[in-house]
């Protein structure tokens, strides 16, 4: 049951048709992709270009893939008008046990009847870490006006529509829990769609196995099927006839989707699989995925595939230092002005941590109401607002103001501000609460996170002879104690972990105006983050904590390549010395740097002109006027007392290009003995130079859609790639380590 790599619009629209059949069970996943694809055609290409390369994964020796369980981290966002849809902790625990027992066949109504099943080696867990690096339990709630959602509006995503934005697609797997429109129970989002839209929509009545929810769609299995849709398995019985298919060779063909419990039901020659997940049977009756639905899963994982960055996912691991105390509600409350595109705002902590911060405002309803709700613990904040016409949002071209509610009580109001404005807050800690040692909260007597006081276990010390806590050495360095002296030796040069983007952000943050960019405009590998724009913090990168205490002086450096901005515009390097950010550098276009050319810069920051403290971060903000003015930053590494003492800027030299019109894929790359060239068209030659411009190889006459490169006799460095297709020269980076 092979499916040709090469794929047709025809075949694919075949996987979206669908039969009307008057049974219970319905998943919206294939209209929901259908509407995709009529709104975005570039949807269909992307779709081509995940099967390619699952199709090439699919045909590995089994003994070449990665037998590491896959973790991925999932936060549910309930999503409720009455108490009904208002979900308890307890069924959503539940469903997470379901897709466990599921996806790692632990269920127990598992049977031998079809030896194919498989254990697809891939689990969830709720997240005990959010995107902004705060502990929490993996579940938003939100109060809404609206009686349901359907997948042609798909609400339930957006805040601004009564439902509740994403997380981080790279991080998490979201899951909306909601009163869905008429009989459906869920639909998802295949793997290339829209970020913000990254995810499934499950019915409330379906989700969990708790006693409160009722048969036939009682076991979770709902869930299980829709997140094998996100993880890009199709319904088994593709287009509804035995001429199309799955893409799976070990799933029998079907005519139609199987209802109920049709044991032994038959079509296209053979028994049907309606034991399947991915069929539309009872939850009773489902009971496995096969090692051909497992391959298709895991190609999502593999190097360059669609899911490989949520490896990296910091979503289950438990946040180094951080305190967390039971919280207490926050809103921010924007009336905007005639102008809402203009007014930004954002909350940072003690520690200069940005904690949330709001979208870029796309409306043009004057006076329109927007609240934004988040759980705060107990701490001092600030609260910024700009707006960038600086004439504040009252009261001169509209009545616009902004609230701040703690509780239930208004902390500030206003809207007169120029420029921007700050308001400096505390929040105090709540009555305690008996503690259970084992809620990730510290409360009742606890000194720490689960740990201290009468009832639980003692917390970590710096005097153990244990490395525990945020220590990042025996007894030494975190936020405890002392630093670590490897840290902080007198002059000697310590390399502390850079940041490359291969993986995912590598702990940095960004606003609105940021994103992870894959494309040739990375300096290093696929991957770089983009700044554009003139937005402040929307326009900002920002990196982790490092711990800088001790150091004579400290190094900076970073690639960069700038795209499109004027003369005169720039962008700056930030440095936050604890107390306050200092700005380093501002490179500004014409003067330090010219458009179309990737620079490598280096900067060293001395103890005479800054405080290096044990919470410093750097940042990156670019200046400009558009969004069309953009940055790519790659490549930083963080030196403590380097050895170079100059501050420097190199370019390279040459320009590769946009990104082509066609698919051409390198892989691996970075690459070492060997790297394959590949292309949905035929390839007719390949030329490939050095960073000096010297030719390396060539291969000519080749005329396939796939040619192996020769790299082991190739110095270490960054290589350019000449594709010639069809007559036309495409260009590719090609890094060889």
């Known amino acids: 049951m092979f499916f040709s790599r090469r794929l047709s619009i025809l075949v694919v629209l075949g996987f979206l048709s669908s039969v009307s059949f008057s049974q219970t069970r319905q998943c919206d996943s294939d209209a929901y992709l259908e509407q995709e694809i009529s709104t975005n055609p570039r949807r269909l290409e992307i779709l081509k270009e995940i099967e390619l390369h699952t199709q090439d994964f699919v045909h590995l020796n089994a003994s070449s893939r990665s037998t590491n369980i896959v973790t991925i981290p999932v936060v549910v966002h309930v999503v409720y008008k009455n108490d009904n849809e208002n979900i308890s902790k307890e069924r959503i625990l539940s469903q997470i046990d379901a897709l466990n027992a599921d996806f790692r066949r632990l269920n127990s109504n598992k049977t031998n009847t079809w030896t194919q099943a498989a254990d697809t080696q891939i689990e969830f867990c709720l997240a005990i870490q959010d995107p902004y690096g705060m502990s929490t339990d993996g579940i938003t709630r939100t109060k809404t006006t609206v009686s349901s959602f359907n997948s042609a509006s798909d609400g339930v995503k957006y805040s601004y529509s009564g439902g509740k934005d994403a997380w981080p697609r790279d991080a998490y797997l979201n899951i909306w829990v909601c009163d869905v429109s008429g009989s459906i129970l869920g639909y998802a989002q295949l793997p290339g769609g829209t970020p913000e839209k990254d995810g499934i929509v499950i019915d409330y009545a379906s989700f969990g196995t708790t006693d409160d929810v009722l048969p036939p769609f009682n076991l979770g299995r ?16 593709g287009a509804s006839d035995c001429s199309t298919d799955d893409y799976v060779d070990d799933t029998p063909k079907a005519n139609r989707p199987h209802y109920n419990c049709e044991y032994g039901a038959s079509s296209c020659g053979a028994k049907n699989m309606i034991e399947n997940y991915m069929d539309y049977s009872d939850d009773a009756c489902m009971s496995l995925f096969t090692a051909g639905q497992k391959s298709r899963m895991q190609a999502l994982f593999a190097v360059n595939g669609f899911r490989y960055p949520i490896l990296s996912s910091k979503g289950c691991i438990q946040p180094d230092g951080t305190v967390q105390s039971s919280c207490q509600d926050f809103k921010v409350e924007l009336t905007f002005d005639n102008y809402p ?102 409360n009742g007597s606890e000194t720490g996170i689960d740990c201290g006081g009468t009832h639980c276990p003692a917390c970590p010390t710096c005097s153990d002879n244990i490395q525990n806590g945020t220590e990042t050495g ?51 590998g696929d991957y770089a983050l983009q700044i554009q ?38 962008f700056a390097l930030l440095y936050f010395d604890g107390t306050q950010w200092h700005t380093v550098k501002t490179y500004k276009s014409g003067q330090d740097f010219h458009n179309g050319t990737f620079y490598e810069a280096t900067l060293i920051l001395t103890g005479a002109e800054y405080t290096f403290a044990t919470n410093s971060k750097f940042a990156f903000e670019c200046i400009a006027s558009t969004n069309a003015d953009q940055v790519y930053i790659d490549k930083i590494e963080i030196t403590g007392n380097p050895t ?23 892989f691996p790359n970075p690459a070492q003995d060997h790297c394959i060239i590949q292309c949905a068209e035929e390839i007719e030659n390949i030329h490939i130079y050095n960073a000096t411009g010297q030719e390396v190889i060539r291969y000519e006459n080749i005329f396939s859609d796939k040619q192996n490169v020769i790299t082991a006799n190739f110095d270490p460095g960054i290589f350019v790639v000449f594709i010639e297709i069809d007559g036309k020269m495409y260009h590719k980076k090609l890094i060889i380590q």
């Not at 709902?222 to 019985?237: A, F, S």
């Not at 609230?403 to 501000?417: A, H, K, M, V």
């Not at 840290?487 to 943050?509: H, K």
């Not at 170079?644 to 066609?662: K, L, M």
Request: net charge negative; aromatic share 12%.
């Open 222 to 237: 709902t869930t299980t099927h829709e997140v094998g849709h996100w993880l890009n398995l199709r319904h088994i019985w």
């Open 341 to 442: 595109t203009e007014t930004s705002w954002s909350l940072i902590n003690a520690a200069g941590n940005i904690i949330f911060a709001s979208p870029k405002y796309t409306t043009s309803i004057k006076g329109k109401t927007e609240t934004t709700t988040r759980c705060l613990d107990a701490g001092c904040y600030t609260f910024n607002i700009y707006d960038t016409y600086k004439d504040g949002i009252c009261c001169k071209y509209g009545q616009g103001k902004v609230r701040l509610i703690n509780g239930d009580s208004i902390i500030f109001e206003g809207g007169s501000f120029g420029a921007g404005t700050s308001f400096n807050f505390c929040i105090e800690s709540p009555q305690e609460v008996d503690a259970t040692c084992e809620d990730h909260i510290m």
């Open 474 to 524: 025996v007894d030494c360095g975190g936020s405890a104690c002392d630093p670590c002296e490897t840290e902080t030796d007198d002059n000697e040069s310590v390399t502390i972990p850079g940041a490359y983007f291969e993986s995912g952000w590598d702990q940095w943050t960004g606003g609105y105006d940021t994103k992870r960019y894959q494309g040739n405009f990375a300096f290093e």
């Open 533 to 570: 724009d003139n937005s402040g913090l929307g326009s900002t990168i920002t990196s982790p904590i490092y711990d800088l205490h001790g150091f004579s002086s400290v190094g900076i450096s970073f690639a960069f390549y700038p795209n499109s901005l004027e003369s005169g515009e720039s």
């Open 644 to 666: 170079t003492a100059e501050n420097r800027i190199t370019t390279n030299g040459y320009y590769i290009g946009e990104v082509p019109d066609i698919e051409i894929q390198l």
